[in-house]
């Protein structure tokens, strides 16, 4: 039985899908399976994968039903006992798999883990390290310190197979399944986290800004918690931020109806100075500020409004 279970959803990666299995079989850890679900795939990328005749690669068919249910799949073939998600445009460094078993190995409290990464921009690297003083540590909640750093995502996200039937996975249909299943996760368990970095995610800036269809879908995850939030204060914390950032993105996009509903259910203490100013300023300014920021990412400077 391996110790390690690698769940890849794939539908349509045929330009990526080569460099994130070779990431996986590169690893220091070499104690894992690699089960690949082809979410119904109309591209070359299943030829792609076919290419590969290591033993520990496992293949599962199913038609397109989304990225949701082709993890939840992949989590119920897998013998391990940890699960470690990796999308199927990521990469992991070598050490990934080697980071997440030492930190089940030293925190058996724990019910998921996670590690920093790169976030990739065109041809940009940011580090995503928080300023937490030791190198492995456990949080509880999690969410009690991301405050918008987006600690992980689902390719740095690895869960221990027994939390994740028990709390049901990934709900299908939804928008933004991962963050419902990690703050219900963080409820109720412990993160084990390290500070080392171990993943590559790739995010191109024009890609920053989503449709309003989706604006508007994202928001449902407020009401999931609406309740929850109520007497768990950290949890208000962090799904404020979430407001702060729709609220942005509704300003930019003419959305005035959406910004001016949820800037009445925020609460300012949760924001930082930065963010209390830009919250207040008219959509022509953001645009033109959003604009600077694009050109300051290609340019190869970082900057972000959720951290002090």
Do not use: C
């Not at 939390?163 to 991962?178: C, L, M, R, S």
């Not at 790739?202 to 995850?221: V, Y």
Request: hydrophobic share 40%; glycine share 4%.
């Amino acid at each position: 039985m391996p110790g390690i279970s690698v769940v890849i959803p794939l539908y349509n990666k045929e330009k990526y899908i080569k460099g994130t299995i070779q990431s996986v079989l590169n690893q220091d850890f070499k104690d894992f399976e690699i089960i690949i679900v082809n979410d119904g795939s109309t591209d070359h990328s299943l030829e792609i994968v076919k290419q590969f005749k290591q033993p520990e690669i496992k293949i599962i068919n199913q038609k397109n039903q989304g990225v949701a249910v082709a993890r939840n799949n992949g989590v119920q073939h897998a013998a391990g006992e940890i699960i470690a998600f990796l999308d199927a445009d990521d990469k992991w460094l070598s050490n990934h798999l080697s980071e997440i078993y030492a930190l089940y190995q030293k925190f058996p409290e724990a019910g998921f883990f996670a590690t920093a990464y790169l976030l990739k921009i065109k041809n940009y690297r940011y580090p995503v390290i928080p300023g937490f003083k030791k190198t492995h540590l456990l949080l509880k909640p999690y969410y009690r310190f991301d405050k918008g750093r987006s600690l992980f995502y689902t390719s740095n996200f690895a869960v221990k197979k027994s939390v994740f039937i028990k709390e049901g996975g990934f709900t299908p249909g939804i928008h933004a399944e991962d963050t419902r299943f990690f703050i219900k996760l963080g409820q109720k368990y412990p993160l084990a986290y390290s500070k080392n970095i171990t993943m590559i995610h790739f995010s191109e800036a024009e890609n920053s800004l989503f449709k309003q269809s989706e604006l508007r879908k994202k928001i449902e995850l407020l009401d999931f918690f609406k309740n929850d939030e109520v007497y768990d204060n950290d949890l208000k914390a962090y799904l404020d931020v979430h407001r702060f950032a729709w609220i942005m993105e509704a300003k930019l996009k003419g959305e005035f109806d959406i910004a001016r509903r949820l800037k009445q259910t925020i609460s300012y203490d949760n924001l930082n100075f930065k963010q209390k100013i830009l919250i207040n300023l008219p959509s022509i300014i953001l645009l033109q500020l959003k604009a600077i920021q694009r050109k300051l990412q290609q340019s190869g400077f970082f900057y972000t409004v959720f951290s002090k």
